[in-house]
């Protein structure tokens, strides 16, 4: 097992446009959670999924976007109708178990807004 | 609702130095979880330590120990004998049991040669 892989790692699309970022996580791990980070801050959460049920969602996660585990394995976060404020590295991470224990990180979908 | 506040946007320190980062917590739960990650300029967020609020024993593992302290709900990170190896932002996170984890906004640790 290689770890959590997201792809694509860079994308650069324009306003207006719409961006759909997929993670694998670590085989067998329950939890996946989304994490947003702009330069210079701590990664923000934006949603989690245990198995394939989605079970919070931040504010931060407006209607425009959206995200799926409709296996309980790999994940996509959707964003609809990009604007330059999305422009951040989106990251996932997976964890075991039913308790929030060690999360592993990829290495995020850095994505720019023009 | 929870808080992470690292206070020490950046340091810098000479190889060799001892350096402690600082972080404090604000949470209601009397149950939670503290972490701190390492995060490299290649981007990946490396966990590093994970620490229960029962479980107020201070932690050594090699050149990097933590000091967990309820009284004033803090959770502060030590390196001894810095390396250039050690520059990266480090993330102070705080996790309730059963949810996410919220993250600080890190402080970037810059080791000179």
């Known amino acids: 097992d290689t770890g959590v892989s997201q792809d694509p790692r860079h994308k650069i699309t324009k306003r207006g446009q719409n961006v759909t970022f997929r993670c694998d996580p670590i085989s067998e791990h329950n939890r996946l959670y989304w994490y947003r980070q702009t330069l210079g801050q701590g990664p923000e959460f934006l949603t989690y999924?245990?198995?394939?049920?989605?079970?919070?969602k931040s504010r931060l996660l407006s209607d425009r976007f959206s995200a799926e585990r409709p296996k309980g394995s790999f994940s996509t976060l959707e964003i609809q109708r990009t604007e330059q404020g999305d422009s951040a590295m989106y990251l996932c991470?997976?964890?075991?178990?039913?308790?929030?224990?060690?999360?592993?990180f990829g290495q995020g979908t850095r994505l720019t807004v023009v | 609702a929870q808080k992470v506040t690292q206070a020490q946007t950046e340091i810098s320190v000479v190889e060799k130095e001892d350096v402690t980062l600082d972080c404090v917590y604000e949470t209601r739960d009397t149950t939670y979880y503290l972490f701190w990650y390492k995060q490299p300029p290649s981007g990946e967020l490396v966990f590093l330590i994970r620490?229960?609020?029962?479980?107020?024993q201070n932690e050594i593992s090699g050149r990097y120990s933590w000091n967990f302290q309820k009284s004033t709900s803090s959770f502060n990170f030590t390196i001894t004998a810095s390396q250039v190896v050690d520059s990266a932002v480090y993330f102070c996170?705080?996790?309730?049991?059963?949810?996410?984890?919220?993250f600080g906004a890190g402080t970037r640790l810059t080791v000179k040669p």
């Open positions: 991470a997976s964890s075991p178990g039913t308790l929030l224990t060690e999360a592993f």
């Open positions: 620490r229960n609020s029962f479980d107020e």
């Open positions: 996170a705080l996790s309730e049991a059963y949810n996410d984890m919220r």
């Open positions: 999924f245990q198995n394939e049920a989605q079970l919070e």
